[in-house]
Every structure is written in C-alpha cells, then in structure tokens.
C-alpha cells in the first residue's frame, strides 16, 4: 500500500475507535441527558406485571444497552483496521 493510503486507513481507524470508545464510555450520561429512556417501548405483557419504578429501570437498560451497541458498531471498524494495518 501506498504511503498516502497507510495515513488515510490510520486518520479513520484513530477516528473510528475513538467515537466507538467515547460512546460507550458515556452512555449514561448521554442516555440522561437526551431522555433516550423515554423512548423506548414495552411489551404489553410485560409492562403490565412491572411496578413504575421497574418499569423506568428496564426502560433506561434498555436505551442504555442500544446506545452501547451502537457504540460498539462504530468501535469495531477501527479494531479491525488496527489489525489489518499493524498485522
């Protein structure tokens, strides 16, 4: 590979793992800040047997546990560029 192309693979894994890492790293913080809990949905059933209170606690889990996936969508690419590139 070219030196040009090494530089530009290095710049997008460099920014690839650190989004990945600073979203899972503040998931807490980011799912209290922009209400993400209040968007996530019950099942029926579910929702039915909860108290308000567990019902908020699974509700934040669950927007907690998505943000991290997503964090980890955006982690993985810079992984897998840091292994291809420094093999």
Do not use: W
């Amino acid at each position: 590979m070219s030196d040009t192309v090494v530089v530009i693979l290095n710049i997008v894994m460099g920014l690839s793992l650190a989004v990945g890492a600073l979203i899972i790293a503040a998931a807490k913080p980011l799912v209290r800040r922009f209400n993400l809990a209040e968007r996530q949905r019950l099942p029926k059933e579910m929702a039915d047997v909860l108290t308000v209170e567990e019902t908020r606690d699974v509700m934040f889990q669950q927007a907690l546990m998505k943000l991290k996936l997503y964090g980890s969508v955006a982690l993985i690419p810079g992984i897998v560029l840091a292994f291809v590139l420094y093999k």
